[in-house]
């Protein structure tokens, strides 16, 4: 489990299958940059029918990805409010997980850095001194 920091409700976990997994079911993990790259995301109709489903918004819920990938449904899911807890056994695939994760925290301290620094405002425009008439 990674330390969740700021990310309390967001946690990834690897874990070593049972019984060594067939070749082919670890595939995707020699090709996970590119996958992630390339694998489009899910509509957000699916998290509305989810919801629909569920009869409760993801906002607040206690959430598992099963075959996380490399964290395209956690990030939504997570992106919709929902405690994310995401699973893969794939070490290939739970790096880029991983790595989206690290990623995407270092962009939210820059943009809350940014945030609160003090607006840059443009120097005063040249007044003339006083003159007395």
């Known amino acids: 489990m990674l330390p969740s920091g700021s990310d309390s409700d967001f946690r990834a976990r690897t874990s070593s299958p049972v019984s060594p997994a067939p070749p ?52 939504l899911l997570h992106d919709r409010g929902a405690r994310v807890t995401a699973v893969e056994p794939g070490p290939g695939m739970a790096e880029e997980l991983h790595r989206a994760r690290r990623a995407k925290r270092q962009s939210r ?25």
Do not use: C, M, N, W
């Open 24 to 75: 082919r079911a670890l595939s995707f993990g020699r090709a996970a940059a590119q996958y992630a790259a390339a694998r489009p995301g899910y509509p957000p109709a699916l998290f509305d029918t989810v919801e629909e489903l569920a009869g409760r918004p993801l906002r607040g819920a206690r959430t598992i990805d099963v075959g996380a990938g490399t964290g395209i449904s956690t990030r």
């Open 109 to 133: 301290h820059t943009k809350s850095e940014k945030d609160h620094a003090a607006p840059r405002r443009p120097p005063p425009p040249h007044r003339p001194d006083r003159t007395q008439p």
